[in-house]
């Protein structure tokens, strides 16, 4: 089974989500995509997860811009994306029509890769998705990626995971992801798992594996899988590596380096990016975005299962509101909410729902005094299907006697597209087709960079332009 691993390098994308609260900006990317595209990787995450909205919102750019700019540089290297299925690029359900647009306007701005899942693992949510992915993919030599969203409790085991897999294979799939978003997947555990998929699956479906180093483990999981027979795995380079990112690239290139495994990337290519990037990570950690915490191994994460974005999302939230000492109550606190709430997978935005219920118990000091709509959404039904049954006492507190529903909740949404891009064009937005997915992703943050935009091309305030503030 042994053969040359590839590897997929985030950091463009999920090592600066996960280290920096995605702050890394075009401009600091631009100076070496170049070599990056050199290098020899199977793909290059650089889209969708929390870069959509970090864009807009912190940024002042526009991600579509940014994907553009991607593919204008990365001319041999594939770009891939995060899609949270019938999440999009949101936190919330949307309809149909707005999932076909998002992934037609991906592939035609550049992406020729789409990791899709579903935070629940309920496959209903995937569906608009692959098939979307299927139908305008084919031109652009796109592939479908499905991810299973790994994770430990009652329900998940080896049968579970590949069960799901196959339903994912049989869905369309060209290769199934692991995503480990929370580094609790240990070593020997990968090994079987991925054994077990290999056995269970066609054999032209490639396994993609994608850990952190949250809990130090990371490295002997991609060495075990790799053993097992994995075709890709998921790295980060070493200045945004490690910690809650992905494991670092240059040393498991070096490690594989003249074995039956080596993955063909030369080492001496990676060190003038990686200084490149030590000087990104520096400016992060100046301007405050990158936390030097979230370098650090923290075996509690398995305990926690809190994955690395979320985890430092949420330090950067608490030391915002001056109340950083609470961190271990709210750690302490995420499983309890996460058992209430039929332990489902901790990843966007499954993860900010019961992260942030978790910390409005502990703020409180009384559990579900305050219930978050999300919270209660995902009692009722409506993100999907939970694995385990919930706890009806606390149901019962949080839903106050609102129906739950067992159908798929897209099922629920009219077509969104024409009505929301109807509501850009009013309101003197509408330069482009991507404007309208921006606005339905997130409306007020995209309305403000939308007067920022305008702003800052027609040189209407300068101040505004600089700022982001817009006089009202």
């Known amino acids: 089974m042994a053969k040359k691993v590839m590897i997929m390098d985030t950091i463009l994308r999920d090592a600066h989500q996960s280290h920096a609260a995605t702050r890394m900006r075009t401009e600091q990317m631009i100076p070496v995509l170049s070599q990056l595209d050199e290098v020899g990787y199977y793909s290059l995450e650089g889209w969708g997860g929390a870069t959509f909205d970090s864009c807009m919102r912190f940024l002042h750019e526009d991600p579509w811009e940014r994907l553009r700019t991607l593919r204008k540089y990365l001319k041999k ?65 796109g592939i479908a990626e499905a991810a299973i969203s790994y994770t430990s409790g009652p329900v998940y085991n080896l049968d579970y995971f590949v069960k799901l897999a196959k339903t994912y294979e049989s869905m369309g799939a060209d290769n199934i992801c692991i995503k480990d978003m929370a580094n609790l997947l240990l070593p020997f555990d990968a090994y079987e798992l991925v054994m077990a998929l290999k056995k269970a699956l066609r054999p032209e479906t490639k396994i993609h594996l994608h850990t952190h180093n949250t809990t130090g483990t990371g490295d002997m999981v991609n060495l075990m899988a790799i053993k097992a027979g994995v075709d890709i795995v998921d790295t980060a380079l070493s200045p945004l590596g490690n910690g809650t990112s992905q494991p670092a690239t240059e040393p498991l290139v070096a490690t594989l380096k003249g074995t039956e495994y080596d993955t063909g990337i030369d080492l001496s290519k990676l060190i003038p990016i990686a200084n490149h990037f030590k000087k990104v990570a520096q400016e992060l950690e100046k301007e405050g975005s990158l936390n030097p915490k979230v370098r650090q191994v923290d075996v509690n994460t398995l305990i926690y299962q809190v994955p690395g974005g979320m985890l430092s999302n949420l330090m950067n939230q608490l030391k915002k509101a001056g109340k950083e ?70 149901a019962e507190k949080v839903l106050k006697g609102e129906k739950r529903i067992t159908h798929r909740p897209a099922d629920d949404l009219e077509p969104e597209y024409e009505k929301l891009k109807a509501e850009v064009i009013a309101k003197g937005y509408y330069t482009q087709e991507e404007d309208v997915l921006s606005y339905a992703s997130f409306p007020e943050v995209a309305e403000n960079f939308f007067k920022w935009r305008k702003a800052a091309r027609e040189g209407v305030d300068s101040d505004m332009a600089k700022t982001g503030v817009y006089p009202i």
């Open 77 to 141: 290297t594939p770009i891939q994306m995060l899609l949270r299925g019938q999440n999009l690029l949101g936190y919330r359900n949307y309809a149909d029509d707005l999932v076909e647009k998002v992934v037609e306007k991906s592939f035609e701005n550049g992406v020729r890769v789409i990791r899709v899942f579903d935070a629940l693992n309920d496959p209903r949510n995937i569906e608009a998705s692959m098939k979307a992915m299927k139908k305008y993919g084919e031109g652009y030599g």
């Open 325 to 394: 000492e609470k961190l271990g109550e709210v750690l302490a606190e995420v499983p309890n909410v996460r058992r209430d709430c039929g332990y489902p997978p901790l990843v966007t935005p499954s993860s900010q729902i019961v992260g942030t219920q978790a910390v409005m118990n502990v703020v409180m000091g009384e559990r579900y005094k305050m219930v978050t709509k999300e919270t209660r959404d995902l009692f009722a039904g409506k993100y999907g299907q939970l694995p385990m049954p919930i706890n009806e006492e606390v």
